[in-house]
């Protein structure tokens, strides 16, 4: 059975860089795109990026552009999420998604929460 | 990227039909037939229900349901069960080859 676990969250200060990862298994990772995406405390889901099956494109929301990546290492069944410059609205639990083609979140794993404060 | 457009609330009582609604432009729901839905029990992670507009992942009840007129899509529960109880959230693709999401609904079974 497909299963998403990310890790990595905790609590860093505003301008600090912190490092997600979303480990997977139960499908043949290398085959598919996957998505980050968050939501505040108490609000909804806010899509963070996307990344296709081999890295060659990566598509982030204009809310994290040029402050977030997005990596794969299919070697390792491994997604990651590089956050940098982070503030305090980014604060919020951190999912990961399976995509399914063409263009859907089918798997999520349980969340992993970025507080980011002073 | 603007959101797109939820009621922030619905409410039904059990056996009874609620339908949701999500409200984009041509640019996402309008352009595509890429509209999915997702239910959110608190502290929970979301979970599927429907993909591009109409389609049920297998072990989803035939009670949940989608359509899509235009640039707004619909998810209606028929026969409402007390664990529909729950936030419900749509969302689409868009021409930028993102993702966007609506708002939320909180759907209350009385």
């Known amino acids: 059975q497909v299963q998403l676990v990310e890790s990595g969250g905790g609590v860093v200060q505003p301008g600090r860089s912190l490092r997600l990862s979303c480990a997977a298994s139960?499908?043949?990772?290398?085959?598919?795109?996957m998505h980050w995406v968050r939501q505040a405390p108490g609000k909804g889901l806010e899509w963070v990026g996307v990344?296709?099956?081999?890295?060659?494109?990566?598509y982030y929301a204009d809310s994290v552009k040029g402050r977030f990546t997005i990596s794969r290492d299919n070697s390792k069944n491994t997604l990651y999420l590089q956050m940098n410059s982070l503030r305090v609205e980014d604060t919020g639990v951190y999912y990961c998604?399976?995509?399914?083609?063409?263009?859907?979140?089918?798997?999520w794993g349980q969340g992993t929460l970025v507080t980011v404060s002073s | 990227q603007s959101a797109l457009t939820q009621p922030a609330s619905v409410s039904g009582s059990p056996g009874q039909s609620i339908t949701i609604s999500c409200t984009g432009t041509?640019?996402?729901?309008?352009?595509?037939?890429?509209v999915s839905w997702f239910q959110q029990h608190p502290g929970k992670a979301p979970k599927l229900m429907i993909y591009?507009?109409?389609n049920r992942p297998s072990g989803v009840s035939n009670r949940f349901s989608g359509s899509k007129s235009g640039n707004s899509a619909s998810l209606t529960i028929s026969g409402l069960q007390t664990e529909d109880e729950a936030d419900y959230y749509c969302?689409?693709?868009?021409?930028?080859?993102?993702?966007?999401f609506g708002g939320g609904t909180k759907l209350t079974v009385l």
């Open positions: 591009e507009v109409s």
């Open positions: 990344i296709w099956s081999d890295g060659s494109n990566k």
């Open positions: 998604a399976k995509n399914n083609w063409p263009h859907y979140c089918d798997y």
């Open positions: 969302s689409s693709y868009t021409s930028s080859s993102t993702l966007v």
């Open positions: 041509s640019s996402d729901v309008g352009g595509y037939n890429y």
């Open positions: 139960g499908f043949t990772f290398s085959n598919f795109g």
